[in-house]
């Protein structure tokens, strides 16, 4: 069966063409609409709390029916659904309501998504990158658009955009086929024999405390720009900047894959994690050091997120990668982006923009410092035992 590219590229463009829409503008949205930097950070933890539980409880169920397509395509449509409330109502009660909701059902679908693809892929994995990097063209696409439509327009236009893509995203799940992991006569590991593993419970506590690190960033970065007087198509720019950057990694992902080892890559990553939050606290209003700052995007987010899933895939193998999958997404993007987004809210106006960034520097130094001694090294060893 040959790799339905152009399919799974489109779902990869409209999904990050919706988060570029959210991410970068969902914060000012929020802070329009009368909250603030506490309710703001609590309706944003709200929105990647549910990534502890959801993924998971969607990544068991596709596991046992193999019928992972048709739950994407199920918490595609409800999300689509649900976010459309916002459309309508206007109090924080509901407001919080409807974002677990929707985020129940959204959060379902990235980890999923992703086994299918590495599914259809088989051993080409390594053309990951390849296809993975046109969401990073959706999300450019959306956040310059919406960066230029706000200087013009009010931000209310903001949910419909994003309910409009959320079900462009649900149409294309419906012409992608399903994908089957391939047979393995061998008997797999239990997940909990997995999960026993040290090296498994660092590799999840490292992409735990760089997702808390990135947290201050993905909720708060558009309201900072905002307070050093950059305008709405800067803030696009800016944004779009470091998704550009991610995207030339993405396209040279595979020359770096077969010269470095996923440990290398990781560690590297994680290093300039910590000068990049470095730069944006201390250097915002030096608009050099700042675009730097979000070149290091590549690494921060780019490199990073591709060792991580390279490294499930191998962690994890064919008959637990949805699980696997889910637990990176909630362990990560769940656990510590609720984390980080609670502390960038209630600490926000309570100590500085400055020193929350500076927080999220000392985060990934802890990450780099539990990555060193644990991640990778298995896998590096088994590579020189085989060569």
């Known amino acids: 069966m040959t790799v339905p590219y152009w399919r799974l590229s489109g779902f990869y463009f409209f999904f990050f063409a919706a988060l570029g829409a959210h991410l970068p503008y969902w914060s000012l949205y929020l ?6 930097p506490v309710e703001i950070g609590k309706l944003s933890a709200l929105l990647v709390g549910t990534k502890i539980i959801a993924p998971n409880l969607w990544g068991w169920i596709a596991d046992h029916t193999c019928k992972s397509l048709r739950i994407i395509r199920i918490a595609s449509f409800f999300a689509a659904l649900i976010f459309a409330g916002f ?37 080409e994995s390594h053309r990951y ?28 236009i903001l949910p419909l955009v994003i309910t409009a893509l959320l079900i462009l995203t649900w149409c294309v799940t419906l012409i992608t086929p399903q994908a089957h992991a391939a047979t393995d006569s061998s008997a797999p590991a239990s997940l909990l024999q997995i999960l026993k593993k040290p090296e498994v419970l660092a590799f999840l506590a490292v992409y735990m405390l760089l997702q808390a690190a990135h947290a201050p960033y993905y909720v708060f970065y558009s309201i900072y720009l905002n307070h050093h007087h950059y305008n709405g198509t800067l803030t696009g720019i800016l944004w779009a900047l470091g998704v550009f950057a991610e995207i030339f990694l993405f396209i040279y992902m595979r020359r770096l894959l077969t010269r470095f080892s996923l440990r290398k890559i990781l560690l590297f990553s994680i290093l300039l994690s910590i000068i990049r939050w470095l730069l944006i606290a201390w250097y915002a209003d030096y608009p050099g050091l700042l675009i730097i700052a979000q070149l290091l995007h590549a690494a921060t987010f780019g490199s990073a997120h591709v ?50 960034y500076t927080m999220a520097a000392a985060t990934c130094g802890i990450a780099f410092i539990i990555a060193y001694t644990w991640v990778g090294r298995e896998i590096t060893q088994n590579k020189a035992a085989l060569s």
């Open 307 to 356: 060792a991580a899933i390279h490294l499930v895939h191998i962690y994890f193998g064919h008959q637990h990668q949805g699980k696997g999958q889910a637990l990176y997404s909630s362990a990560g993007m769940g656990l510590g982006g609720m984390l980080g987004s609670l502390f960038g809210g209630y600490y926000w106006e309570a100590l500085s923009p400055e020193l929350v």
């Open 31 to 36: 802070k329009d609409s009368g909250f603030n």
């Open 87 to 123: 459309l309508f109502i206007h109090s924080y009660f509901w407001y919080a309501w409807i974002t677990v909701g929707f985020s129940f059902f959204w959060n379902a679908v990235l980890p999923q998504f992703e086994a299918a693809t590495l599914f259809h892929l088989k051993s």
């Open 129 to 156: 990158s390849q296809i993975r990097l046109w969401g990073s063209f959706g999300f450019i696409v959306a956040v310059l658009t919406i960066g230029w439509l706000l200087d013009s327009q009010p931000i209310t």
